[in-house]
C-alpha cells in the first residue's frame, strides 16, 4: 500500500463550555472549510486525523474533539452520549458534517440523533452491541451482558484495564495483515501512540465511561435519525466490537443509510479510502 505521510493539526483549542468544563479540539485544513467534526476511536486524544492530502482539495476543516475526560477535556462523571451532542452544539458549528471511527461512531450517530448534522460517516464503527437479537460472540456477549447487570462495576473494570498501551497493543495483536500494513508504518505509528498517550494523560476514567457508553443501549432510536449516513466496513477487519456483521443490520435500521461493504480490506479505511469517504459524506 503507499506510505502515508501524517500530517500534524493546523490549530488546535479549548473551548469553554456552559457549566465551566473545556473541550479540547485539533484541526487540519482550511480555517474557513466545511467543518467536519472527528469522533475518533477509543481512548484517543485530538492529535491525529485523516485524509490529509484531500483536506484542501475538497475545502474541508477537519475538526477532531476530546471527548470528556480524555486529552485535556474536562472530565464529566455519568455523562451520556446524548451530553456529547450538546457538548459540541456549544462549539457553534453551522451543519457540521461528522465522521465516527471505531468507538467513535456511536458518537458520531449521537451528534446525527440530537440534530446537529445532515450528514454522517460511520467507518469500521461500533454498532450498538446491546440492541436486542445482536449476534455476539461469546466474550463480547458476557461483556455486554455485565454492562447491563452492573454498569458501575463494569465501568471501574474497564477503568482498570485500559491505558495507552494496552490499547496499542490490543490494536496491533488484534488487527488483520492489510490493517498492520498501515498502523505500523513508522511515521502513523508514532502518531497513533501519541494520540493514546494524550488520551489517557488523565488516567483511564474517560475510556471507561465511553466504553460503558458503546456497550449500553443507546439513548436514542437509529430508526429515527433522519441524517443521511454512510457506514464504512471491510471484510477483514478482526475487530468484534465494530460490528458482528459489518454493519448489515445497522443499515437496515437507519432509515436514509447505505452501506460500503469492502470484503478484501480491513479496519483502517479511514486511512486507506479517505478520499471516497470525505467525497461520499459531502456529496
Do not use: K
Amino acid at each position: 500500500m503507499d506510505v502515508l505521510t501524517v500530517t500534524d493539526p493546523a490549530r488546535s483549542g479549548l473551548t469553554e463550555l456552559r457549566d465551566g468544563r473545556r473541550l479540547a479540539w485539533a484541526e487540519w485544513g482550511p480555517a474557513e472549510g466545511r467543518p467536519v467534526v472527528f469522533c475518533p476511536g477509543a481512548g484517543w486524544g485530538r492529535g491525529l486525523g485523516f485524509g490529509w492530502d484531500v483536506l484542501d482539495e475538497f475545502g474541508i476543516r477537519l475538526i477532531s474533539v476530546e471527548r470528556p475526560g480524555l486529552g485535556e477535556s474536562s472530565p464529566a462523571a455519568g455523562r451520556t452520549l446524548l451530553d456529547w451532542a450538546d457538548d459540541v452544539r456549544q462549539l457553534g458549528l453551522t451543519d457540521p458534517a461528522v465522521v465516527g471511527f471505531s468507538q467513535g461512531a456511536p458518537f458520531a450517530l449521537a451528534l446525527a440523533a440530537g440534530g446537529l448534522t445532515s450528514a454522517v460517516a460511520v467507518v469500521s464503527g461500533g454498532d450498538e452491541l446491546a440492541h436486542p437479537g445482536s449476534a455476539l460472540p461469546a466474550e463480547l456477549r458476557r461483556m455486554v451482558d455485565r454492562v447491563a447487570v452492573d454498569p458501575v462495576a463494569a465501568e471501574v473494570d474497564f477503568a482498570s484495564f485500559g491505558s495507552a498501551e494496552t490499547l496499542w497493543r490490543l490494536t496491533i495483536e488484534g488487527s488483520s495483515d492489510e490493517d498492520r500494513e498501515v498502523y505500523l508504518q513508522p511515521c502513523f505509528a508514532r502518531a497513533f501512540r501519541r494520540a493514546l498517550d494524550a488520551g489517557f494523560v488523565q488516567g483511564a476514567a474517560g475510556y471507561a465511561r465511553d466504553t460503558i457508553l458503546h456497550f449500553a443501549r443507546w439513548p436514542f432510536r437509529v430508526e429515527e435519525i433522519t441524517s443521511r449516513v454512510d457506514l464504512w466496513y471491510g471484510g477483514r477487519d478482526s475487530n468484534p466490537t465494530h460490528s458482528p456483521d459489518h454493519g448489515a443490520t445497522l443499515a437496515a435500521r437507519i432509515p436514509d443509510a447505505t452501506r460500503h461493504y469492502l470484503p478484501d480490506r480491513g479496519g483502517a479505511l479511514l486511512w486507506t479510502h479517505a478520499r471516497e469517504i470525505l467525497d461520499e459524506l459531502l456529496a
